[in-house]
């Protein structure tokens, strides 16, 4: 009998800690978060950290995506957040729309580009608009911006990185870039690209600068600073120069959600805005 009602003893426990599991399981909200691949890590990382806070919440952010599929999925249903890094297109607009639902859009920080050349083009510094001007074709050889007298070669992403190359076009340039600009995959391939062709010029995130080595250990590779203006000093790309802005070359990350959405979806936005962007750890 003993044995009998140790067995059943245990057998409740059992049954017990199971009910209390699956009523837990149960009670927990799970955010799925979908968009730009490019803050996915810094995302990933500060979800973490809030379900230590809330553990009862599950951070589910999707790895390999890109910005406007993620905020179609909001739209749709199909995500409860969607990273986003630029303001959405007019065709997503139009979607949310004709869907009768309603975007709320929250800005949680700010990415620097850094802009790259081969180090043969002996120049200093550059502006905004001598950016934008050899970008789209306006300039053409180093020698109008202070550097050596050699042809510019412009090196761009595809759309492997439709987030960077829509903001420099659309936000940025407010042009597409030259079609004689040389197309590739990644921002390391950007890297090894300049490294490798003399005059040439391209661009990268801030990330490839502060935590990564891919720039720093290339003596090919000349990081340019950046300035307003010509009678402004340039100023090199870092956490601290785009976090206040002196840098002058920085762009928005945003996150949207419905105007329905459940409190733990907005409280997770409101952890991310106070934590605000910066490296991928902390």
């Not at 950290?49 to 406007?68: A, E, R």
């Not at 502006?127 to 911006?145: M, P, S």
């Not at 420099?168 to 950007?190: E, H, K, N």
Request: hydrophobic fraction near 45%.
């Amino acid at each position: 009998m003993k044995r009998h009602a140790v067995f059943f003893g245990v057998l409740l426990i059992i049954v017990s800690a199971v009910s209390s599991l699956a009523q837990t399981q149960d009670q927990q909200t799970v955010i799925r978060v979908s968009g730009a691949d490019s803050m996915f890590y810094r995302v990933k990382l500060l979800g973490r950290l809030f379900q230590k806070i809330h553990p009862l919440v599950n951070i589910d952010v999707s790895q390999g995506g890109t910005m406007d599929p993620g905020i179609r999925a909001v739209i749709n249903g199909e995500a409860d957040m969607g990273m986003a890094s630029c303001v959405i297109n007019e065709g997503e607009d139009k979607l949310a729309v004709s869907k009768g639902v309603k975007l709320v859009e929250r800005l949680i920080g700010y990415g620097g580009i850094t802009i790259i050349a081969n180090a043969s083009t002996g120049v200093k510094g550059l502006t905004l608009d001598e950016v934008k001007k050899i970008f789209v074709g306006q300039i053409t050889n180093w020698k109008q911006v202070g550097g050596t007298d050699m042809p510019i070669k412009v090196i761009r992403t595809d759309e492997t990185h439709p987030g960077t190359l829509l903001f420099l076009q659309r936000d940025f340039m407010q042009a597409p870039f030259i079609a004689q600009a040389t197309v590739v995959s990644s921002f390391p391939g950007v890297v090894a690209t300049v490294a490798d062709s003399p005059g040439s010029i391209g661009y990268v995130r801030i990330r490839e600068v502060t935590e990564s080595a891919v720039v720093r250990d290339n003596p090919r590779v000349k990081v340019i600073p950046l300035a307003r203006s010509k009678s402004a000093i340039p100023v090199y790309p870092s956490r601290e120069t785009v976090a206040d802005h002196s840098y002058p070359l920085v762009r928005p990350y945003f996150v949207y959600y419905l105007a329905t959405a459940p409190k733990a979806t907005v409280q997770f936005t409101d952890f991310l805005v106070k934590k605000g962007w910066g490296p991928q750890d902390l």
